[in-house]
């Protein structure tokens, strides 16, 4: 599957602008995770794409999220490995924990998007070209902060040998390269 082709199905189940760009941007920091570590940029932007294909089928049902997807992906041909990612981006679902470096990357890839999202729309301008890697390091400490968050996703960024800081850098570089995309 081509990057095309998988923008072209995630437009076919996601509707939501919200979640577009949620997609949006794990694929950037996907992305850019691939190139940091030397791995496939391709397959990584893929499963950073496509991770959340079924949150609307299932209304984001966490007991349930990433079967619909695995069932598409598998009829669509799409390699095991990054079905396997996209399945173990909710450990809710499994009931397994994360093994693969592309899985631990993509479950900390596409949290961090959040909180550096919502580290965003709390500065003035709401302009992700203005948000320096310590606030995000530093709203990360901040349990009351994007509560939502899984802060222990975004940790496992270590687990793939890249330390917080570095990460968060990474994320934000990826995501500020798509900021007109994402509107901020």
């Given at each position: 599957m081509t990057t095309d082709e998988a923008i072209l199905l995630l437009n076919q189940y996601i509707k939501s602008e919200r979640m577009l760009n949620h997609c949006y941007a794990s694929e950037a920091v996907m992305r850019a995770l691939a190139r940091r570590l030397g791995r496939d940029e391709e397959k990584w932007g893929i499963a950073g794409l496509l991770?959340?294909?079924?949150?609307?089928?299932?209304n984001a049902d966490l007991n349930i999220h990433g079967r619909e997807t695995e069932k598409i992906l598998k009829e669509k041909g799409l390699e095991p490995e990054i079905?396997?990612?996209?399945?173990?981006?909710?450990?809710?679902?499994?009931?397994?924990?994360r093994h693969t470096e592309i899985q631990?990357?993509?479950?900390?890839?596409?949290?961090?998007?959040?909180?550096?999202?919502?580290?965003?729309?709390?500065?003035?301008?709401?302009?992700?070209?203005?948000?320096?890697?310590?606030?995000?390091?530093?709203?990360?400490?901040?349990?009351?902060?994007?509560?939502?968050?899984?802060?222990?996703?975004?940790?496992?960024?270590?687990?793939?040998?890249?330390?917080?800081?570095?990460?968060?850098?990474?994320?934000i570089n990826a995501m500020r390269d798509i900021s007109d995309k994402l509107g901020l």
């Open positions: 991770h959340d294909l079924d949150v609307e089928l299932v079905i396997e990612a996209i399945v173990m981006h909710n450990e809710t679902l499994t009931g397994k924990k631990h990357a993509l479950a900390a890839a596409e949290t961090i998007t959040g909180l550096i999202i919502a580290t965003t729309l709390v500065y003035p301008d709401k302009k992700i070209a203005s948000v320096k890697p310590k606030s995000v390091v530093k709203r990360m400490k901040e349990k009351a902060f994007a509560a939502s968050v899984n802060r222990d996703n975004i940790m496992e960024c270590e687990s793939i040998g890249i330390p917080l800081a570095e990460f968060v850098d990474i994320s």
